[in-house]
Nanobody
Framework: QVQLVESGGGSVQAGGSLRLSCAIF????????MAWFRKASEKKREAVAM????????AYPDSVKGRFIVSQDNDKKTLYLQMNSLKADDTGIYYC??????????????????WGRGTQVTVSS
């Protein structure tokens, strides 16, 4: 089992920055991909950043590319999401997630087996 615990959410004005953290506990062997998802009100949960857990390669949707950066500690027990130039549209609950399916990092939330409880990010314009 893998347990994920997010922290670092809060309220910020548009144009500001926040850094989210995700502490990773449990049996981390076999994790292939980790991601940050966002659930905004009345929208589907969407992946905003993905990272190949061992190789470190990353991917982002166009909506956050150039503004968000996903990274991990050298010991691979903490995942981060640096969010810059925040917009009101970035408001939502941010979740850390992991999957052990190999091959490629999935974008579909249904492919992720492990989830944190989420942390709220509110961006005011």
């Amino acid at each position: 089992q893998v347990q994920l615990v997010e922290s670092g959410g809060g309220s910020v004005q548009a144009g500001g920055s926040l850094r989210l953290s995700c502490a990773i506990f449990g049996v981390i062997d076999g994790i292939y991909c980790m991601a940050w998802f966002r659930k905004a009100s009345e929208k589907k949960r969407e992946a905003v950043a993905m990272i190949n857990y061992m190789a470190g390669s990353t991917a982002y949707p166009d909506s956050v590319k150039g503004r968000f950066i996903v990274s991990q500690d050298n010991d691979k027990k903490t995942l981060y999401l640096q969010m810059n130039s925040l917009k009101a549209d970035d408001t939502g609950i941010y979740y850390c997630a992991a999957h052990k399916k190999d091959g490629y990092c999935r974008r579909n939330d249904g492919d992720y087996e492990y989830w944190g409880r989420g942390t709220q990010v509110t961006v005011s314009s």
